[in-house]
Structure formats: structure tokens, C-alpha cells
């Protein structure tokens, strides 16, 4: 280890409502129990999140010792980003007995899509990534169209 790396001593992920960060848990009880000055993570999270206002937008953060942080921005959950595209509440309770929907070959392309956009997937190519986002659906109780 260089000695110019910073030691870390927390690697945290968060939903945090895009654009509405606050001091109100869960960022606040989160960041204070390491010491961090809250304000210097809600203020620029809002400032990138703040086009993405209303949806629930994955971050990850990395504490240092020092009690500085870095974070990223992951964008939208897959499983949230699937009941928007197909129209639902929620996935079943039981998903490989009770059915609640079904997704198409094009709405899982434009979800991989945009998540390979943010680089939040662990797809070399859009068929991989589109076979990541099936089984996120699948695990929702969600049925697989790939004909249409």
C-alpha cells in the first residue's frame, strides 16, 4: 500500500431519494456515526441527483480515516426500474410460484441500457446485460417474454 492511500474504514450503499438528500436518516445517522460532515455529502449529491428527483437513486460510500469520503452514484435500482417500465407496485411474495407480470425483450433492452450507461452493471455487452436485469425480474416473480 502507497502511503499516499487514504486507509478505509467504511464502504456503505445507500437509496437516497434523488435531488432530496437530508440530514434525516438514512444519510445522517449513517455519515454521523463515522464523523463525517453530512453537508459535504447532501449538498453535491443533490447538485448531480437533482435530474433524477423523485426516484429512489443508489450511492455508494467509501469513509476514510481521516474522516473524508468519496462516493458514486449508481443510478436507479433495477428492480424499481422494472416495476416503473412494466406498471407494478411491487413483485410477488413468492416468485417462482405466483406470477405478478411480464416483461418484453425491448423493455429489457431499454433497462440494460441505461443501466450500462451508468456503468452499474457487471455486463460486458447489452445481451449480458439484458440477461442481468431478467433475473433481477425472474427473482420479482416477473415472467420473461424474449419473443417480443
Same mark, same amino acid.
Request: avoid cysteine; hydrophobic fraction near 35%.
Given at each position: $500500500? ?8 467504511? *464502504? ?6 434523488? !435531488?432530496?438528500?437530508s440530514a434525516?436518516?438514512p444519510v %445522517?445517522?449513517?455519515?454521523? /456515526?463515522? !464523523?463525517?460532515?453530512? $453537508?459535504?455529502?447532501? *449538498?453535491?449529491?443533490? @447538485? &448531480?441527483?437533482?435530474?433524477m428527483m =423523485? ?19 449508481? !443510478?436507479?435500482?433495477?428492480? @424499481? $426500474? ?7 407496485? &411491487? =413483485? ?14 425491448? /423493455?429489457?433492452? =431499454? #433497462? ?9 452493471? *457487471? ?11 431478467? %433475473?433481477?425480474?425472474?427473482? $420479482? =416473480? #416477473? @415472467?420473461?417474454?424474449?419473443? &417480443?
Amino acid at each position: $500500500m502507497a502511503q499516499t492511500e487514504k486507509k478505509v474504514v467504511a *464502504n456503505i450503499k445507500m437509496r437516497v431519494p434523488g !435531488g432530496r438528500a437530508s440530514a434525516a436518516p438514512p444519510v %445522517g445517522s449513517i455519515l454521523g /456515526q463515522y !464523523g463525517v460532515n453530512m $453537508m459535504d455529502f447532501i *449538498n453535491p449529491f443533490n @447538485e &448531480k441527483t437533482k435530474d433524477m428527483m =423523485g426516484q429512489n437513486v443508489g450511492v455508494k460510500i467509501k469513509i476514510f480515516e481521516d474522516r473524508t469520503f468519496s462516493f458514486t452514484i449508481t !443510478g436507479t435500482p433495477t428492480d @424499481e $426500474m422494472i416495476l416503473k417500465t412494466i406498471g407494478l407496485d &411491487k =413483485g410477488s411474495g413468492k416468485p417462482h410460484s405466483d406470477k405478478v407480470g411480464k416483461i418484453t425483450k425491448s /423493455q429489457l433492452e =431499454g #433497462i440494460a441500457k441505461q443501466k450500462m450507461e451508468l456503468g452499474s452493471l *457487471n455486463a460486458n455487452d447489452i445481451d449480458g446485460a439484458m440477461k442481468v436485469v431478467a %433475473g433481477t425480474a425472474r427473482s $420479482m =416473480g #416477473i @415472467e420473461v417474454d424474449w419473443d &417480443k
